[in-house]
DNA sequence: ACCTGAACACCGTTCAAGT
DNA sequence: ACCTGAACACCGTTCAAGT
């Protein structure tokens, strides 16, 4: 049981959706169930079927809460490529916030009010950038699983432990690579804590970011 | 109940998982169940254990699987571009045999051996060519982060459908965009067919993996 | 060495019934 | 309008028992 913050929530799509992604956050997606989803709101499981169609339009839901978090000034008149770096940039602040539920918000680009809306503004800034309609879709499907996966990826935070479980956890990968013989994997020892670890997530996001938009800005530079 | 090539296969380790991937491959990861197996075999759940440990280790042992079949020519002299270029190119194609098994191999690479192996050769090849091993790291990880999206992308071919259902998904998905209003969406609605489509699946590999060695180009470029 | 039967603690979901 | 009880068809896994 998640800790109940104040008083015993009442039961409520919205209510719903939240706990849900509250739960997703502490324990990881698999955690979320509809049984247990009762169980935290003190009801029985068939409850939650009236606030929600099933587990299916609940998990869509949730991923329609990331999408709606994305904050973008879509009225910027920067060059296309600091866009894009923007489209990015917002993408994984809004996944950051809830990083086991990124494969749902993934699939709901289309279906959610504010997945269109990124949409388009991404697709419009490539299109007026010069690039071709196929170019374009391919370049903005990707700007969306560069936020996933970079987020996805992000080295440690994995949920249903405390910080000293994780630390373990590390230790025991770390332990683990450095077994390899030296003569055969120089290079995975050499690079052994920064593939496990990541100090500065700022920068870890930036560099990622950077080399996606780097990416476009020299297939542009060689279609044209 | 899938197709039994010949006779009833034996029960062992080898041929569980290769039941397993069949099965993933033909109606997608959730469809590989203990018991479903064991229903493959004729054989009650419980005697899959005997040959895995549980169903955690089997679903190791498949992400093994996708790594043992990459093939790269490990002795190639090429320039550090055009080898990172080939490690995404072997990356994709082991992948694209079992594409609903992608987030498998991707928590193998320091699991197992082949997997291992490549990942030395890939830091190797950066770290040679001027890279800092925080960035050698990243771009590593990258490498196979963007085979892994570029396959789990890949439009079309959801498991668990015939090409007709196939087809006719695509179409509601399509209609789905083209409900859009013309005037606030002429973008998404421009780009639709190409969004949910795609008749080149060389090209779209060859685009993939062309921006990512580029990004890669560009921020050696940036650093040097 | 290899497989089975029974059992346990879980899932999602339906449907009639209660208030 | 909103919730419950009972039931169904699923999961993974353990453990003693069979051959």
Known sequence: ?????????????????????????????????????????????????????????????????IFAAVELDYASTALWDEQLRAVVRALVQAMRAHPTCVELAYRRIFGSAEGQRLAEHTLGLLRRAGFTVRQTADIASHALQTAVMLVSAEPGAEPGFNEDERNENLAVKRAGLMALPADVFPYIREAADELLHCDDMADYYEFGIDMFVAGARATLADTA
């Open 1 to 65: 049981m998640i800790a109940t913050k104040g008083a015993a929530e009442t039961l409520s799509r919205d209510a719903v959706i939240e706990r849900a992604l509250a739960l997703a956050d502490a324990e990881g997606l698999d955690a979320v169930t509809i049984r247990r989803l009762g169980q935290e709101f003190g009801v029985t499981p068939m409850a939650l079927y009236w606030h929600v169609k099933n587990k299916e339009e609940l998990l869509d839901a949730m991923g329609d809460r």
